[in-house]
């Protein structure tokens, strides 16, 4: 049986969570006047109700963890990018030696727009012969550009919209990318 936190910590742990009694009974299915009887010394728990307390906590806890990090902490520092004049046969040899579905195309240190394996197939699909073809003819939208101390909050409110959104140091030089994966990478920490 594992040691658990004393059980006046219930109360501040909660507190330093913003979470209610009542947010907390819902999440544990303990009636929040367990909740508030616990809190106030005026009950001797069932150790099973005091484990499932202090997991719940320590579960919202990480989350929040999680939240605090930045850009710099989970992009991937290797960017693979190409140019206006790079071909579409070079791009998808780029994105399948590297096991990637975006490309940033950037210039002179400058992000002058992007392509995706989703473009790239429907192009090739209605046009085979568009392969040698420079890819400014099917490139996208910039990917969006972040601090590195962007939270992961906001990134991942960007990644719904966009592949991959591109990190920045306080430079203004390009020192990541992220897409989804790098996100999903966190959920498994």
Not at 2 to 30: A, D, F, H, M
Not at 89 to 113: F, H, W
Not at 120 to 140: F, G, M, R, W, Y
């Amino acid at each position: 049986m594992k040691k658990l936190p004393s059980l006046s910590e219930i109360k501040l742990l909660r507190k330093k969570l913003n979470i209610t009694q009542k947010e907390l009974g819902v999440l544990c299915s303990i009636p929040q006047s367990t909740i508030s009887r616990i809190e106030n010394n005026t009950i001797d728990p069932p150790y099973s109700k005091v484990e499932t307390i202090f997991e719940h906590l320590e579960k919202k806890r990480s989350e929040r963890e999680k939240l605090k990090k930045h850009a710099e902490d989970i992009m991937t520092k290797k960017i693979i990018s190409i140019n206006s004049s790079s071909t579409i046969r070079e791009a998808v040899d780029l994105m399948n030696n590297n096991e990637i579905s975006q490309l940033p195309i950037i210039e002179n240190g400058q992000n002058m727009g992007s392509l995706t394996s989703k473009k790239i197939q429907k192009t090739l699909t209605d046009n085979p012969q568009l392969i040698n073809t420079d890819v400014s003819i099917i490139k996208e939208l910039p990917f969006p550009e972040v601090d590195k101390k962007w939270n992961i909050k906001d990134i991942s409110n960007l990644l719904i919209k966009y592949p991959a959104v591109l990190v920045k140091d306080i430079n203004h030089r390009f020192i990541g990318i992220i897409t989804d994966s790098d996100l999903l990478k966190i959920t498994n920490k």
